[in-house]
């Protein structure tokens, strides 16, 4: 009996399901780090509030947008694109946050960011 299930000895779905699986798991990772960051930053429940309607709202905005251009264009180049935007996005967060020199104002724009790239994303 393989160890290897028979669906991931396909190489292109091995990658797809490896890259949603690892996509998944930093979103998560990044939705308890942001949280702990907005109340490590300000310990105010409201900036925690504030963080996540950043990522919300410009993501629930922008989905019919998004869809439409999904629809449009190759798939692959708009996930790609969505992923780099995100990527870059949670970068900069990574380098202000390290340097200790993140404050509520980067916090938001840099989540609204993530928001936008999460618009794109979850349509494929």
């Known amino acids: 009996m393989p160890l290897v299930p028979r669906a991931l000895r396909h190489r292109d779905y091995a990658l797809l399901w490896s890259g949603q699986t690892v996509s998944v798991l930093g979103d998560g990772i990044y939705t308890i780090a942001i949280a702990l960051e907005a109340l490590r930053i300000s310990d105010h429940p409201t ?23 999904v629809d449009r264009l190759p798939r692959r180049l708009v996930v790609l694109g969505a992923d780099l935007v995100r990527g870059g996005a949670i970068a900069a967060l990574a380098v202000l946050a390290a340097t200790r020199s993140l404050d509520v104002a980067e ?11 999460d618009a794109f994303f979850w349509l494929f």
């Open 47 to 69: 900036t925690l509030a504030y963080v996540e309607a950043a990522r919300i709202v410009p993501n629930a905005l922008l989905l019919v947008f998004a869809g439409a251009l």
């Open 107 to 117: 916090l938001v724009a840099l989540s609204a960011v993530v928001g936008i790239g």
